[in-house]
């Protein structure tokens, strides 16, 4: 499932790119998640990294979409942003909040394919992994990117997620390989790491996305630097 969020104070504008999404879903067998703001307050309060695609208005009321998209990449580097304007020339500052493109109003319905399977090819290339987690009364999936860490204690797992926590039964050696392609790190003995989420290191702390402060121990830490340093190496950032 692809979640994607329209930031559109124009209702018939709003309507006319759901009705789009809606189109190419049929047409490609695709499942989209829309969530549609009216503004870019109500869409940041309380933002979590849960979105794949935003299409954003650069005309909106009180923040702008400039500026709202500033403030976007302060919460999230990864989502793909692309702007909806009538506004060219304001268009082209997309590049400076790493915008993937934009589409002119009135949106032809073309115009619109482009920038979204653009978009889609490079969540594609980006990969996924679905974890399966194990509950006493059954079984509930995730995936790899909305990870932010795993922790175990008591024998439990605790899947802490852009959206929630979530308890289950396994093994975290189990899951660290089961995510080495995804560059999960360990931190810790009781700690698996999504680096995508980590906000800070320092000395023998990480401070992740969400405010969650792990604790790094002394035999872990060496391996832990040079695995984060390779990932950053490779022109990753968080």
Same mark, same amino acid.
């Given at each position: 499932?692809?979640?994607?969020? +329209?930031?559109?104070? %124009?209702? +018939?504008?709003?309507?006319?790119?759901?009705? !789009?999404?809606?189109? !190419?879903?049929?047409?490609?067998?695709?499942?989209?998640?829309? &969530?549609?703001?009216?503004?870019?307050?109500?869409?940041?309060?309380?933002?979590?990294? %849960?979105?794949?695609?935003?299409?954003?208005?650069?005309?909106?009321?009180?923040?702008?979409?400039?500026?709202?998209?500033?403030?976007?990449?302060? !919460?999230?580097?990864?989502?793909?942003?692309? &702007?909806? $304007?009538?506004?060219?020339?304001?268009?082209?500052?997309?590049?400076?909040?790493?915008?993937?493109?934009?589409?002119?109003?009135?949106?032809?319905?073309?115009?619109?394919? &482009?920038?979204?399977?653009?978009?889609?090819?490079? +969540?594609?290339?980006?990969?996924? $992994?679905?974890?399966?987690?194990?509950?006493?009364?059954?079984?509930?999936?995730?995936?790899?990117?909305?990870?932010?860490?795993?922790?175990?204690?008591? /024998?439990?797992?605790? !899947?802490?997620?852009?959206?929630?926590?979530?308890?289950?039964?396994?093994?975290?050696?189990?899951?660290?390989? /089961?995510?080495?392609?995804? /560059?999960?790190?360990?931190?810790?003995?009781?700690?698996?790491?999504?680096?995508?989420?980590?906000?800070?290191?320092?000395?023998?702390?990480?401070?992740?996305?969400?405010?969650?402060?792990?604790?790094?121990?002394?035999?872990?830490?060496?391996? &832990?630097?040079?695995?984060?340093?390779?990932?950053?190496?490779?022109?990753?950032?968080?």
């Amino acid at each position: 499932m692809i979640n994607i969020a +329209i930031v559109e104070d %124009n209702d +018939i504008e709003a309507s006319q790119l759901v009705g !789009y999404l809606k189109r !190419y879903e049929k047409e490609h067998n695709y499942q989209f998640n829309v &969530f549609c703001y009216k503004d870019a307050d109500s869409f940041l309060i309380n933002y979590r990294q %849960n979105y794949d695609i935003v299409f954003m208005d650069i005309e909106l009321p009180n923040i702008n979409g400039m500026d709202a998209a500033i403030k976007l990449r302060e !919460y999230d580097k990864r989502v793909f942003l692309i &702007f909806v $304007t009538n506004m060219a020339q304001f268009a082209v500052k997309g590049y400076q909040v790493d915008a993937l493109g934009y589409i002119i109003k009135p949106a032809a319905y073309q115009s619109f394919v &482009f920038p979204l399977e653009k978009a889609l090819r490079l +969540i594609q290339l980006n990969d996924d $992994t679905e974890i399966t987690i194990a509950q006493s009364d059954g079984i509930k999936r995730v995936f790899s990117r909305d990870v932010i860490y795993i922790e175990v204690a008591d /024998h439990k797992l605790s !899947y802490h997620t852009t959206s929630e926590v979530i308890y289950g039964f396994g093994s975290l050696s189990s899951l660290e390989a /089961h995510l080495k392609s995804k /560059h999960f790190m360990r931190c810790n003995s009781c700690y698996l790491v999504n680096p995508k989420y980590i906000k800070s290191v320092s000395g023998y702390m990480v401070l992740m996305q969400n405010g969650d402060e792990l604790k790094i121990s002394k035999p872990k830490k060496k391996n &832990f630097m040079l695995e984060l340093a390779e990932w950053l190496g490779q022109g990753n950032f968080t």
